[in-house]
């Protein structure tokens, strides 16, 4: 169909929250996708459940194209999920040195506009499209809506985080600006066992990974992995009080974002996706001592939350790294993101790994000073990435 053609039989609707797209007409288009991150039930469950709303700073805003089928139907051929934020936690990529140069100016920085998946630092935000469709015409003709939206209410700026890298070019060829940042990913280098991985660090480094893990065997604990139908209710529950639990740790710094709704929501119809390593007292405990809640679609496993009743030494590196990763060896994972932080993750054999976010400034004194230091922040963030990878303790880097 002609572009021309098409246009004419587009609609452009926003929507302040999911549940008021069909659920087949969403997932049609997300369910293609590698992340798990944008298929309706996640974003409904972390909007339903109180999670992330305008109370929290989270307003959703979804911008959807509908195109009107020769049935007279109507289908979902884009969606963007978007939301209106009024802060910048939950996010991980860290703007508030922009935020202090507005107040600094005298602008306003918020309400910004935001497109990521709430709360969750996981590469593969994109337009979502339907297979057929023209993607450089479509996300030309929704950055150009959201360009209307932005203006229409006085926002400072709009922002996709953890970009898809095969999207990022029709996003730039429009205008928008990457910013350069890294994330610890795990890579498996055709790993046919847990033996294998461990082949592939230094000496030093190998002891030390069996030390860790023997060190949670003295402490007599044996894992148990949960996935699929066998991620209960109950055990939800759990691991919305070890997650809860954890973020009070760190206090302000813990950030608790979700639910308890969330979590429990989760064993109904999204289950599937679900995989988590639960810490058992060998001697028949019944209920975990630790436990760590991971994603996982295809090839694909994410990390995100953990926690332990009992501070037991190298716990939180079997719980969150090693029993996923020789979960992923046996399941024939390639990928996997252990979460956001922590530098202590190079000495398990996750690599820096560069990531984008695309960032469109309204107010021109933001603009300008955003795209004249650009290239010097991505060149100091390449420099620190290479810093990090020339240390890892492998036997070939």
Known sequence: MAKAELAANLTIQWVNAIAKVPQEQWDALALPLKTPFFEWEWLHQIEASGSATPQTGWLPHHLLVWQETPQKNRELVAAAPLYIKGHS?????????????????????????????????AEGYRFLMAAEADVAFLTKVMLHEIDRLCAHHRLSGCHFLYVDPQWMPYATAYGYQPWLHHSYIWHNHNYQTFADYLAAFNANQRRNIKRERKAVAQAELTFRVHHGNDVTG?????????????????????????????????????????????????????????????????????GRYWGTRQDIDCLHFSTCYYEPIEWAIANGIQRFDPGAGGSHKK?????????????????????QIFDHYLDHMNAAEQDRIEAINSELPMKQR
Not at 347 to 367: C, M
Request: net charge positive; with cysteine; glycine share 8%.
């Open 347 to 367: 000495r398990r054999g996750f690599p820096a790994t560069p990531n984008y976010s695309l960032h469109r400034f309204y107010e021109p004194r933001l603009a």
């Open 89 to 121: 936690q939950g996010e991980f990529v860290f703007d508030h040195q922009w935020a202090d140069l507005a107040e600094r100016l005298g602008v306003r920085y918020y309400p910004k506009l935001l497109g990521m998946a709430p709360f969750t630092p």
């Open 234 to 302: 109950r055990l939800l529950r759990q691991m919305y009080d070890f997650y809860a639990d954890t973020c009070d740790k760190f206090g302000w710094w813990g950030s608790k974002y979700l639910t308890r709704d969330f979590f429990e929501a989760l064993s109904d119809r999204y289950q599937h996706r679900l995989v988590l390593f639960a810490a058992y007292p060998s001697q028949g405990g019944h209920q975990p001592t630790a436990m760590s809640f991971c994603v996982t679609k295809g090839d694909q496993l994410y």
